[in-house]
Nanobody, 123 residues
Framework: QVQLVESGGGSVQAGGSLRLSCVAS????????MAWFRQAPGKEREGVAV???????GYADSVKGRFTISQDNAKNTLYLQMNSLKPEDTAMYLC?????????????????WGQGTQVTVSS
């Protein structure tokens, strides 16, 4: 049974940092597309960062240079290091996974979703 469990959210002031974690079970996360999405009230859900099988990464323009996605294969855990946080980063952050298209294709819908962890950034 696939399960994704996030942790690490909280409340910080602008300019602060947080590290989110997502423990995956029921599959080998290094063989899957793993990503972070976020959902803020009244806004569309947004893809924040992705890590593909093989380790290449991608980021939304809004977080480039501030957020870093990584994974610990031994722990089957995904991370999102968030630095220089801004009030507009306030959202529920969700860990997601899908099997890749071909060897590393990660576009399209994600099949597996965690429950999310709330991040609140105050000015």
């Amino acid at each position: 049974q696939v399960q994704l469990v996030e942790s690490g959210g909280g409340s910080v002031q602008a300019g602060g940092s947080l590290r989110l974690s997502c423990v995956a079970s029921g599959f080998t996360s290094s063989r899957y597309c793993m990503a972070w999405f976020r959902q803020a009230p009244g806004k569309e859900r947004e893809g924040v960062a992705v890590i593909r099988p093989g380790g290449s990464t991608g980021y939304a323009d809004s977080v480039k240079g501030r957020f870093t996605i990584s994974q610990d294969n031994a722990k089957n855990t995904l991370y999102l290091q968030m630095n220089s946080l801004k009030p507009e980063d306030t959202a529920m952050y969700l860990c997601v996974a899908r099997s890749p298209l071909g060897s590393v294709g990660c576009s399209g819908e994600y099949k597996y979703w965690g429950q999310g962890t709330q991040v609140t950034v105050s000015s």
